[in-house]
């Protein structure tokens, strides 16, 4: 097809008009009740979203194709880049991201399109809602093609491109990116559901049951997008860590943390119908913060590996939509608040209750959320003050984030313990001694096996062994146990509803991810030295010989790669490669660094370099329990995903 | 607790957000005092910074200023108008380059930079904002603007 970027562009040039249809059509048609125009409306949501699948195609094929008459594939992409490069090369810039941003906002369009198809109840706030998504859309499409058109053409065809930077050439960025867009894009739902419930004025029961669900998809995939880019970074950038706290990881981080607020206030107002109003402002602010996070990073006002664009127009359009995404609601907000909740007569709670734990939860995720802003604005605030150029770093959140998420997590087991409305202390405390009783006993163990440990290691671990305490004492209550004869215990427990066995596995894996952060924060040991060939090092009580450096040549690559075996005290041996890789074509080099990965912890070797004269460098990192990080975020996804497949459609009277 | 009257319990709803707002208040500014690491120039940092204290020192590394030996590396970082010794003792970046941008942090000992950790970006042509910003200070910046 030689003309199948002029197609994509005539493509999302008709999307952008059908999203007008299907922002107007709808609104116009929840306002009046018309069945004929919310049918056009969620006819052209799904049209939509066909026309970007079509453009988005049309820019891949480009980009498989190496056609370098394309100006961006000819500054980001090269022919010799293996077929998955040059795929996730399209999304490696700023304006192919954005197309994909916009590819993800469409189809979440198309399913609640599917969605408002079918429902009867609901009908008009999902026709808010999807007319409300179609205005996002509107947006993006619009700040596509008058700012950053992917389509453009060259006038004439350069010899070869200029490849995509090395260090994003790795599988893991490869989905990292459109998992974490996922995310982001997912929480506009919930944005969209929370001006529905404005222009309504009413956020009941049934608006929670029909936006819970959204909102757990898209906690799942930001979940999945964050981890992916933390293990990229751990074994790609080669410095041994994981969590940088640099401000793109923080500002994918405070959406998640208001996304998690919200997914846990939603169920308040399912529940109990109160916290309207706290909810719908969390939803606003967990889009903003989501647009903030994609967007105010790229403008190249906060430095950041990560910067994709300094075109101040662009900068100052993007700023212009958030101000208006946010802005608006906000007015809104201010007006509307104080009747979201007018039609619901549900008695204020005790104060020991489910709902305070609740809401406990919500005020310290929201005070962690602003202590990351703080710490990653800071920077800015000073230098505009006094000139002064400073960095707030991983000392700064672990001192101050550190003893909110202990806090949190303190609370976290008790809180599905309590009964709603009114929690019986006497009926609780019984669930709690055995838990502080067997936190306290797994902990003596764990001491008696490690010694040296200091306050902070002690107290993370013990709050992770107490999380899990408190899965386990809910899977008793599911199964019975505290009152009930154990028989039918197995029945009771196979029959745990989904949302609750979700619920479950989301805490473990906290409890999971808490135990791998103690192993790797407390317990990692890196040894560097120089070597010659056939020299050895000791790390721990394991010996690692270094046996060659030799060249290697890769696809579009050349490389050096040093070989070590490592020699266990029960003398099995292991070998680890690693390389540094040199790439002609982007003028840089990125480092691979060996990693023998075990349920106890990560072995972490990286060749630093060296010539045959002054030796060659090699470093040893132990990286105790850091696969616990990924597999209690996979947990988290996965009850996330689970919670979510099990959420009731429309609400249940219990 | 249930005898309590809707306007007592909002109290005290209300005292335990400020408490809690109040905790993380206290929690953020005592952790930005000790710490914000400050960002210098080679010419800024033996005024400004205190000896021992974490700071960050950004610059260019001076051409042919990389030594090696047993204790590790030692390298000049220069503004153009002032240079300083930086030695450092872990794995350089890969892309640690004599006369390019780069970014140190660590803690001045004497007339000497001891590094912890050398930052650089992995793309040949970038330059580190603040070393870029550093630049144009002292006049000598031939980047674009």
Redesign the interface.
């Known amino acids: 097809m030689p003309h199948g970027t002029e197609i994509g562009h005539f493509a999302l040039a008709l999307a952008f008009g059908l999203t007008i249809t299907q922002a107007l059509a709808l609104f116009a048609g929840a306002r009046s009740s018309s069945a004929g125009m919310i049918r056009l409306g969620w006819q052209a949501a799904i049209m939509a979203f066909i026309l970007v699948v079509i453009s988005f195609a049309m820019l891949t094929l480009a980009f498989l194709r190496s056609d370098f008459s394309v100006a961006l594939v000819a500054s980001h992409s090269h022919s010799l880049k293996p077929w998955l490069y040059k795929v996730s090369g399209v999304w490696g810039n700023h304006e192919g991201s954005l197309l994909l941003w916009v590819l993800i906002l469409t189809l979440f369009g198309a399913l609640m399109a599917g969605q408002l198809r079918r429902i009867s109840d609901g009908r008009s706030t999902m026709a808010y809602a999807l007319s409300i998504q179609g205005m996002i859309s509107l947006a993006f499409i619009g700040l596509i093609l008058f700012t950053s058109n992917p389509f453009l053409r060259l006038t004439s065809l350069p010899d070869d491109g200029n490849g995509l ?3 994003l050439q790795d599988p893991g960025l490869a989905f990292h990116p459109p998992m974490l867009y996922l995310g982001y894009v997912g929480l506009s739902v919930g944005f969209a559901f929370a001006v529905a419930a404005l222009i309504e004025g009413r956020a009941d029961a049934r608006w929670a049951v029909l936006a819970r669900r959204w909102v757990l998809l898209a906690w799942a995939a930001l979940t999945a997008g964050i981890a992916l880019g933390s293990w990229w970074a751990y074994y790609e950038l ?1 410095w041994g860590g994981w969590w940088f706290w640099d401000p793109v990881e923080n500002a994918s981080l405070m959406p998640w943390l208001v996304a998690t607020a919200l997914i846990h206030s939603l169920r308040v107002v399912e529940k109990r119908n109160l916290f309207h109003s706290w909810t719908v402002l969390l939803a606003i602010l967990g889009f903003g913060l989501s647009l903030i996070g994609t967007f105010i990073v790229r403008s190249g006002l906060l ?1 950041s ?1 990560h910067a994709f664009t300094n075109d101040p127009t662009r900068g100052i359009v993007i700023l212009v939509i958030i101000m208006i995404a946010v802005g608006i609601p906000l007015m809104l907000y201010a007006m509307r608040a104080g009747t979201l909740g007018r039609d619901t007569m549900a008695e ?1 709670p ?3 209750s489910r709902e ?1 734990a609740l ?2 939860n919500n ?2 995720l929201v ?2 959320t ?2 990351v802003l ?2 990653t604005l ?1 920077p800015l605030v ?1 230098e505009a003050v006094n000139g ?6 991983p ?3 672990e ?2 984030v550190g ?2 998420l202990g806090l949190m997590l303190f609370f976290l087991p008790v809180a599905p313990l309590l009964a709603w409305k ?1 929690a019986s202390f006497s009926k609780i405390w019984r669930q709690i001694w055995p838990m502080l009783m067997i936190t306290a006993v797994l902990l003596a163990i764990v001491l008696m096996l490690i010694s040296g440990m200091n306050a902070f290691a002690i107290a993370t671990i013990g709050l992770g062994i107490w999380v899990m305490t408190g899965v386990a004492a809910d899977l008793f209550a599911v199964m019975g146990l505290w009152r009930q004869h154990p028989t039918g215990a197995w029945r009771r427990l196979r029959g745990i509803p989904l949302p609750r066995l979700g619920m479950n596995l989301a805490h473990l894996g906290v409890a999971v991810f808490t135990i791998g952060v103690a192993g790797v924060s407390f317990f990692d040991d890196e040894v ?1 030295k120089r070597l010659q060939i056939g020299d050895h090092m000791t790390s721990g009580d394991a010996q690692f010989t270094l046996t060659s450096v030799a060249p290697v040549i890769g696809p579009n690559y050349n490389a050096t790669a040093a070989t070590v075996i490592k020699t266990a005290a029960n003398g099995e041996s292991s070998e680890f490669i690693s390389e ?1 890789r040199t790439f002609p074509v982007a ?5 691979e660094a060996a990693i023998q990965t075990g349920f106890l912890g990560d072995t972490y070797v ?1 060749f ?2 060296g010539t045959p004269e ?1 030796g060659f ?1 090699i ?1 040893i990192y132990e990286k105790p329990f850091i696969t616990w990080i990924w597999g209690g975020a996979g947990l988290m996804v996965i009850g996330g995903i689970i919670t979510m497949l099990g959420h009731p459609t429309r609400r249940q009277e219990a | 607790m249930a005898d309590l009257s809707p306007k007592m319990r909002r109290g005290i709803g209300l005292l335990l957000i400020l408490a809690a707002l109040g905790l993380a208040a206290m929690l953020v500014l005592s952790a930005l005092r000790d710490h914000v690491v400050f960002f210098y120039g080679p010419t800024d940092i033996q005024a400004k910074a205190k000896q021992g204290q974490i700071v960050r020192l950004g610059g260019l590394v001076v051409d042919d200023s990389i030594q090696k030996d047993q204790d590790g590396i030692r390298f000049q970082v220069t503004d153009q108008t002032t240079s300083i010794e930086v030695r450092y003792s872990g794995i350089l970046p890969d892309l640690f380059r004599e006369g390019q941008g780069v970014i140190t942090e660590g803690r001045l000992d004497g007339d000497i930079f001891q590094a912890d950790t050398v930052l650089a970006k992995h793309d040949e042509t970038y330059m580190p904002a603040e070393v870029a910003d550093l630049l144009k200070d002292q006049g000598v910046w031939k980047g674009q603007e």
């Open positions: 930077n090395p260090i080669g430095t590996v204020a005790a104060l020991f305070t809401q406990a005020l310290l005070v962690t602003v202590t703080t710490g800071y000073i002064a150029r400073i960095s707030v770093g000392p700064f959140f001192a101050s003893p909110l009114q560097i540094i003028r840089s080099q990125t480092t990286v630093g370099g002054e460098v470093h």
